[in-house]
């Protein structure tokens, strides 16, 4: 199983079900744009002030991600991983967990028309691409040394951008960029262009779905 699915579960195995009753009542009535921002936003507010910011991230990916009708075989990939190393892994997954997980996601996971609508908003993002994770950047100066190598010439300025994501499969990777100046301003007006487009996407229709990335099968 994706480990990201696994910490998922873990969160959602320690959550009141009447809770996530709520979410889903929420999530039934909103109407309009949603965003990944907006739907965590909203299933915070459902669970109270005290929820955690992580675990909405948890329950909005999970929400995303599966099917009523693929519970079953999810359940029995978890109770697969759980016996391979049973005695370790139940630390984590205990009967009274696995329990309380399963009458959650049996509340979380419903075919409801909201529901639909995301997972193939969701797909279709993920058809063309790895979920985004986080970006960083890191701007230092490279020193240029003279031929015997006893001075300081001088010096490249350098930007290097690393950006994090998780593949289909569920596995986070990396990778960098080394950047100049005028890269980064070319970057940077790419994005000012994507952002004016998804600005006049939004006024087409205003119960468009854009969700971030997973996986469902339509």
Known sequence: MPPEMLRDFFVISRLETAG???VVRSLG??????????????IQNSLGS?????????IRRTINSLRSS???????????WISSDRREREKFFSSENIERLRA??????????????????ERLLRDVGNEFRDLKFVCDLRP???????????????????IHYVTQGGENRAFELALTEDELNRMRDDI????????????????LIAPSTTQEDS
Not at 70 to 80: M, N
Not at 112 to 118: Q, T
């Open 20 to 22: 996530l009753a709520q």
């Open 29 to 42: 009535n909103l109407d309009g744009l949603g965003s990944q921002a907006a739907l965590e936003n909203l």
């Open 50 to 58: 005290e929820s955690d910011k992580d675990v909405a991230k948890s």
């Open 70 to 80: 693929g519970l079953p075989k999810v359940f029995e990939s978890l109770e697969k």
């Open 104 to 121: 959650n996601l049996n509340v979380l996971i419903t075919e409801n028309s909201y529901g639909k609508l995301i997972r193939k908003a």
């Open 144 to 162: 240029v040394f003279d031929d015997p190598k006893e001075h300081v010439d001088a010096f490249v300025i350098l930007t290097n951008m690393r």
């Open 192 to 207: 000012d262009q994507a952002l004016d487009k998804v600005k006049v996407l939004k006024t087409l229709k205003k119960g």
